[in-house]
């Protein structure tokens, strides 16, 4: 969840840190910290809480920084609030260490490190480990021996980028489970967390693996295994495709510009996948048929990406007649049964790194399955770890609140679903291009739909207004996961208390809730939910809850007899399309929401864009 960046070069390390930094900021960050090598071979540490721009502030306010190894880290608490002394980088005046993820044993490390001498300046995990390396260091005299050593003692998850004062232009890297890279550029090389820190256009890297050490020197890398073996060095990937421009294009927040993507999002997604006016995944390397045969297919995946599961595992079932199911990744591991070697898994992440959904793949693989990534990030420790990796072209994603992914997603998913029932026979050519000509037309029918969003910033003001505390979000079928999905996004980005229930479930206790007044938000976008939706509404209604409805069309008007309000999506009903354009409606209705709050929407406190510890 950390942003983690160090270079060794000709250029100056610290200007080269603080821009990939920058460029890792939206990861989540609540202090920050760098850690450089000076002229004189001594380590020098700034570092503080707050956002990366007050250790510019700093780091400007200190006089002359130049260096030319530095290593620096955006931190997003886990252990200890986020205070100057729990910002990374830890250590001592032999070794500085910066870390993503979690050791669990820290408290058993802290206590030896307290009988060993160490003295603590923060009620870090990291300072453990870091005296650890220090203490292996100290006795062994060999960076490679003391990143051994300590990585055989500590359990849990961690990336580490280390630097020792005695090797002034080198960088150290090591990691389990926590994903980390090292970026090869013609001036010098880094470590980064996360392929965004390496910049535009073509960006070559090294993945580095389980348990692998790393040496990274302006001219080279060097990589050692976890064992005694030898060092070796490794062929040079490439991500070719440019990094999309991070800058809001205009709009006040990422969230909004993002959401505006959409339309784009869906077109680079869907159309290479669509020939002929049918479904067509062999560029991907999907077999089919094996996922035809596959007795059971799970979806897991964590947050909005397992909402998009959800929706995913709906279509397998409707459309292709699968046993799809979808689990909470964090969950998947205690879930009985487990899949065995007939099945499939398909984790679905925007990131590719979601530390939770990596475990659950890693489970699905030790018992045999199949496994499918379905990501937004070519490379990725998740689409790297699975069998076959199938990505959405949704490009970078700042904001926290997962927007433009979640609606590409869940298309690319109903596509899969097309394709699997066509070749399972279920449906005909004639349908499949029906549906993806449904798919080919949503990005036109989103455009539509942004040019009302006045529409709905009037909404949002009324919600503001009358709004007096717990909120309702019901929905039928799928529009329930819509419901869940966004009634998640009023969470998160507009801090209202909400939740979602099927509209069934409600008067199964729930009900009791509603007195006159209560805000419930109803999803109504799948027309054979329709009658049962309106009685739902008419129940919550009869009880003086204000009922503000998102449907897809309202022929009748019934929708609107029974609300306060009712936003329309849709000028003609899409079935198969429709829950995404009202999921879409529902976004920007908390984006407006969130606005009318003065919220900070693009990076809502306590959350982090890559969750990378479990």
Known sequence: MCGIFGYTGAQNAVREVIAGLRALEYRGSDSAGVARISPEGALI??????????????????????????????????????????????????????????????????????????????????????????????????????????????RGSYAFGVLFADFPDRLFALRHESPLLIGRRREGNCVASDLAALGEGERRYHPLEQGEIACVTPDDVLFYPPDDGAPYHKDVLVAAETAAPIDKGGYPHHMRKEIADEPQALRDTLFPRIRDGLPDFSADGLDLDRLLASPRVWFVACGTACHAARLGASSFARLAGIDARAEVASEFRSACPMPDARDTVIAVSQSGETADTLAALRA????????????????????????????????VEVAVPGTKTFVAQVALLRLLACALGRRAGRIGDDEAARLCRELSELPDR???????????????????????????????????????????????????????????ELKHGSIALIERGTPV??????????????????????????????????????????????????????????????????????????????CEIDRPRNLAKSVTVE
């Open 364 to 395: 699905a693989r030790e018992s045999g399955a199949r496994t499918v990534a379905v990501v937004n990030t070519k490379g990725s420790a998740i689409a790297r770890a699975a069998d076959c990796a199938v990505c959405t072209e949704a490009g």
């Open 45 to 154: 540490v700034q570092k503080c809480a707050g956002r990366l721009d007050a250790l510019e502030q700093a780091l400007a306010a200190g006089g002359d920084v130049s260096s030319r190894c530095a290593l620096g880290h955006t931190r997003w608490a886990t252990h200890g609030a986020p205070t100057d002394a729990n910002a990374h980088p830890h250590g001592t005046p032999r070794v500085q260490i910066v870390h993503n993820g979690i050791i669990e044993n820290s408290a058993a490390l802290r206590r030896r490190c307290l009988a060993d001498g160490y003295v603590f300046a923060s009620e870090t995990d990291t300072e453990a480990a870091a005296f650890v390396i220090d203490r292996y260091y100290r006795i062994l005299g060999d960076p490679i021996l003391a990143l051994r050593h300590a990585a055989a003692e500590l």
């Open 446 to 504: 989103l455009t539509r739909l942004f040019d009302r969003e006045e529409e709905i910033v009037a909404l949002s003001r009324r919600f503001h207004r009358t709004c007096s505390g717990f909120t309702f979000f019901i929905g039928r079928g799928e529009d329930s996961i819509i419901a869940a999905e966004s009634a998640l996004k009023l969470k998160e980005i507009a801090y209202v208390p909400s939740e979602s229930y099927p509209a069934g």
């Open 521 to 598: 938000v109803a999803v109504c976008s799948v027309p054979s939910q329709r009658e049962k939706m309106l009685s739902s509404l008419r129940e919550v209604a009869s009880r003086g809850a204000s009922v503000l409805t998102f449907a897809a069309c309202d022929p009748d008007g019934a929708l609107r007899a029974a609300s306060e309000a009712v936003f329309c999506a849709a000028d003609d009903p899409a079935p198969l399309t429709d829950p995404l354009l009202v999921a879409a409606a529902l976004q920007l209705f908390a984006y407006h929401v969130a606005r009318q709050k003065e």
